[in-house]
């Protein structure tokens, strides 16, 4: 029983850092799609103010500043999209943990109510012998 307490004890505290630990990827995940969509915006914000631009002349030193500059956040929206790909996998790895730490402090759980239900019969049954020897003991006849 007390082996049993401790397994539960460290289950739930497994499955208590597992949380943390899934809060803290989807967290990450969050902040990671929250920086690709505002490089996106400017990259369509910049894109705009580029054909503005180009509906009203530049010269060709702009136009390559522009076009070196579009490259560029291309390139960090590509790196951005490999960050959240790898954080979404994290957060689909810490999910699995905190699953499988979950499942196990149930199983501990349900061991336990077993081990209780157990140990709840036995007593029963010892209860009940105890009070069938009482009465049979009253209804014998005194010698």
Not at 39 to 62: C, K, P
Not at 76 to 98: F, H, P, S, T, Y
């Amino acid at each position: 029983s007390s082996a049993l307490e401790t397994l539960i004890d460290l289950a739930t505290r497994e499955t208590d850092d597992a949380a943390k630990r899934l809060g803290v990827a989807m967290k990450g995940a969050e902040d990671a799609q929250q920086k690709l969509a505002l490089l996106n915006q400017y990259r369509d914000d910049y894109m705009v103010r580029f054909q503005q631009n180009l509906s009203t002349g530049l010269t060709a030193m702009a136009y390559a500043n522009y076009q070196q500059f579009i490259g560029k956040l291309d390139q960090a929206i590509g790196g951005q999209q490999l960050v959240v790909r790898d954080a979404k996998l994290r957060v689909e790895r810490e999910r699995e943990n905190w699953q499988a730490s979950e499942r196990k402090r149930m199983s501990y759980g349900t061991l336990a109510e077993r081990a209780e239900k157990a140990q709840q019969a036995k007593d029963n049954k010892r209860e009940q012998k105890q009070m069938d020897e009482y009465a049979a003991r009253r209804v014998q006849p005194k010698q």
